[in-house]
T-cell receptor
Framework: GAGVSQSPRYKVAKRGQDVALRCDPI?????LFWYQQALGQGPEFLTY????????KSGLPSDRFFAERPEGSVSTLKIQRTQQEDSAVYLC????????????????FGPGTRLTVL | AQTVTQSQPEMSVQEAETVTLSCTYD???????LFWYKQPPSRQMILVIR??????QNATENRFSVNFQKAAKSFSLKISDSQLGDTAMYFC???????????FGAGTILRVKS
């Protein structure tokens, strides 16, 4: 089946603009994660959903960052009033439930959205 | 809080040779999972190999194997018979036993030369 998809793949925003990044997880995966990956660094956790419930948002760097997954499938990460330090690749990952296969605990990553804030 | 350290920013290896990437971590947890992920240039991250901390036997996946030393909190990746397609950034990652988020190291760029 299809993997995790993200759109847009590239986004250029002027400082102060709002952006919305979309993630389509693997069908049937109940867990969804967002990570931020700065240039040359490892990904850092932002937030986690199980179905439509946002169970952990401890990694969101400021109240300008907001994520939602209203129907338990597609998720959107919104960044308001973007700043230059928000420039990064934003990765989405999904994970099946235990018992859904041999890949429990494996997170399947999308290609990412590269955000550049000018 | 858990931390993951990859002390080798870059490594090079000749095609068909063996290379080992290092990873150490810090945790007070007894049970957890460790992962190596591969991120090729401009392509998405994929899982290479996974180790459960309660298993003493080192995980292997074809040309990839790990040396897991729980007491030393070390988790190195060995790639045998390196291929050009192994060129990528490799990330070591940690997850608590009933956790959700992955904690990543800074990564090691591996270049396989022909």
């Amino acid at each position: 089946g299809a993997g995790v998809s993200q759109s847009p793949r590239y986004k250029v925003a002027k400082r102060g603009q709002d952006v919305a990044l979309r993630c389509d997880p693997i069908s049937g995966h109940v867990s969804l994660f967002w990570y931020q990956q700065a240039l040359g660094q490892g990904p850092e956790f932002l937030t986690y959903f199980q179905n439509e419930a946002q169970l952990d948002k401890s990694g969101l760097p400021s109240d300008r960052f907001f994520a939602e997954r209203p129907e338990g499938s597609v998720s959107t990460l919104k960044i308001q009033r973007t700043q230059q330090e928000d420039s990064a690749v934003y990765l989405c990952a999904s994970r099946p439930l235990p018992g859904q296969g041999l890949s429990y605990n494996e997170q399947f990553f999308g290609p990412g959205t590269r955000l550049t804030v000018l | 809080a858990q931390t993951v350290t990859q002390s080798q920013p870059e490594m090079s290896v000749q095609e068909a040779e063996t290379v080992t990437l290092s990873c150490t971590y810090d945790t007070s947890e007894n049970n957890y999972y460790l992962f190596w992920y591969k991120q090729p240039p401009s392509r998405q991250m994929i899982l290479v190999i996974r180790q459960e901390a309660y298993k003493q036997q080192n995980a292997t996946e074809n040309r990839f194997s790990v040396n897991f030393q729980k007491a030393a909190k070390s988790f190195s990746l060995k790639i045998s018979d390196s291929q050009l397609g192994d060129t990528a950034m490799y990330f070591c990652a940690f997850m608590k036993e009933y956790g959700n988020k992955l904690v990543f190291g800074a990564g090691t760029i591996l270049r396989v030369k022909s």
